[in-house]
């Protein structure tokens, strides 16, 4: 199966920042990644899907990019509202899914 | 609109089994595969299974594999989950998820979960 390593864990940011975090599969899958954003005591939602695609109303303050093994998100201008964890999944064709550890973006 | 409510969960002791349900409305439900996710109290994200839109295919996570089947009523446009020698590992709250098409493995929308306590 394939693994996922999905950095850092956590970081702190500010009102504004730039963020970026980064999701490494332990094998190529073309461009069948996906994030979600997870509020405490929600369920998750999804932001991005085939790796660079905004899912609908989602703000494009959020991006991302890669293909084959290494894939980004970026929140470029974060908002308090974006103060959450966010996950990676692979969805390769046939293979079972997988999600990274998470990250967990919270205020400096 | 979409809608996905799952329920069954519960305390169950170790070795047991139990059968969760996600029962859906809002859109065609033998169009679109459905996924299990779960998630340990502070802990991440983990996959758990899927079965595709006809219910030709099924896959599990290496964790469950043996021991949870994923099912499907079309007639009842519900999903389930029978989870059979129960572990404390498997202590979590489980959530459904939609397909965004019969089987593209991409989550969306979700229910609002089901707690599972595995415990003597």
């Known amino acids: 199966d394939i693994q996922m390593t999905q950095s850092p864990s956590s970081l702190s940011a500010s009102v504004g920042d730039r963020v970026t975090i980064t999701c490494r599969t332990s094998?190529?899958?073309?461009?069948?990644l996906n994030w979600y954003q997870q509020k405490p005591g929600k369920a998750p939602n999804l932001l991005i899907y085939?790796?660079?695609s905004l899912q609908s109303g989602v703000p494009s303050r959020f991006s991302g990019s890669g293909s084959g093994t290494d894939f980004t998100l970026t929140i470029s201008g974060l908002q308090p509202e974006d103060f959450a964890t966010y996950y990676c999944?692979?969805?390769?064709?046939?293979?079972?899914?997988?999600f990274g550890q998470g990250t967990k973006v919270d205020i400096k | 609109q979409v809608q996905l409510v799952e329920s069954g969960g519960g305390v169950v002791q170790p070795g047991r089994s139990l059968r969760l349900s996600c029962a859906t409305s809002?859109?065609?439900?033998?169009?679109?595969?459905m996924h299990w996710v779960r998630q340990a109290p502070g802990k991440g994200l983990e996959w758990v299974a899927v079965?595709?839109?006809?219910?030709?295919?099924?896959l599990y996570a290496d964790s469950v594999k043996g021991r949870f089947t994923v099912s499907r009523d079309d007639s009842k446009n519900t999903l389930y989950l029978q989870m059979n020698s129960l572990r404390g590992e498997d202590t979590a709250l489980y959530y459904c998820?939609?397909?965004?098409?019969?089987?593209?493995?991409?989550?969306?929308?979700w229910g609002q979960g089901t707690l599972v306590t595995v415990s003597s």
């Open positions: 998820a939609r397909d965004v098409g019969p089987k593209f493995y991409i989550l969306n929308p």
């Open positions: 809002g859109f065609t439900f033998n169009h679109y595969g």
């Open positions: 079965i595709w839109h006809d219910g030709s295919k099924e």
């Open positions: 094998q190529s899958i073309s461009n069948s």
């Open positions: 085939g790796a660079s």
């Open positions: 999944q692979q969805s390769y064709s046939g293979l079972p899914s997988a």
